[in-house]
């Protein structure tokens, strides 16, 4: 396989092609090509392999008992596939994981990925980021879905990050991007960003929002 794939992987952050290639000689691996549409894994199956998008994009849908389907997010090449559920006690793939665009998955069985773990510092390192960083994103994620409306989790969305002293951000989700996180509709994210432009609250131009009233928008997280 072609090891420069992998230098802007997490994984492999701060080594060089030939450190990886070599370190990677000592472990069984392989890689497996997807079709655009395939089902790479699906939820309740055991996490065997760490793997690693090396081509193409995939994303993680969650279903509900409704039957309603909640995006958690799309893992582009180079990203990791449930690094954080590899081990514990219920290491099973939260999610259904399908392929967006042709895609290629490097996989390293669960015995060859400890094995990296135990011989490099830096791989080790790098994988307590990924787990910390993970566990981050699903805690924001579970903090929006709590919000009973999409005003309360715009509202948050926005002040999140604009911090204390920023009246003004650019949204680095689209519309629809936005949509998928919070599991609605996006005409209901449009409608909401309008109703809070009306009430005077922010001002929306394309991606940049300014705000105008960050009193009565953080009232809103408490609807």
């Known amino acids: 396989m072609d090891y420069s794939l992998l230098v802007n992987a997490p994984l492999f952050k701060g080594l060089s092609v030939t450190e990886i290639e070599n370190i990677l000689k000592d472990v069984f691996h392989h890689t497996k090509k997807f079709g655009s549409g ?3 894994v699906q939820s309740g199956d055991e996490v065997r392999s760490f793997m690693i998008v090396i081509k193409g994009v995939v994303k993680g849908e969650m279903v509900d008992y409704s039957g309603r389907i909640i995006k958690i997010e799309d893992i582009a090449a180079p990203g990791a596939l449930a690094p954080a559920f590899l081990f514990g006690d219920k290491n099973r793939y939260p999610v259904n994981i399908s392929v967006v665009s042709d895609s290629e998955i490097l996989m390293i069985p669960k ?12 791989i080790l390192t790098n994988f307590l980021n990924m787990i910390s960083n993970r566990s981050q994103f699903l805690s924001e994620k579970i903090r929006f879905l709590s919000f009973k409306t999409i005003k309360g989790k715009l509202a948050q969305f926005i002040l999140q990050r604009a911090g204390n002293d920023i009246s003004a951000i650019t949204l680095e989700m689209t519309q629809n991007e936005l949509a998928d996180f919070f599991g609605v509709a ?3 994210v449009a409608r909401a960003l309008g109703e809070m432009e009306d009430d ?3 001002e929306a131009r394309g991606k940049n929002i300014r705000i105008l009233d960050k009193v ?8």
Not at 111 to 122: D, V
Not at 216 to 223: G, H, W, Y
């Open 38 to 40: 395939a089902l790479v």
């Open 111 to 122: 015995s060859g990925f400890l094995k990296l773990l135990m011989n490099s510092g830096t």
């Open 186 to 188: 996006r005409p209901s």
């Open 200 to 202: 005077g609250m922010i």
């Open 216 to 223: 009565n928008l953080a009232k809103l997280k408490a609807d």
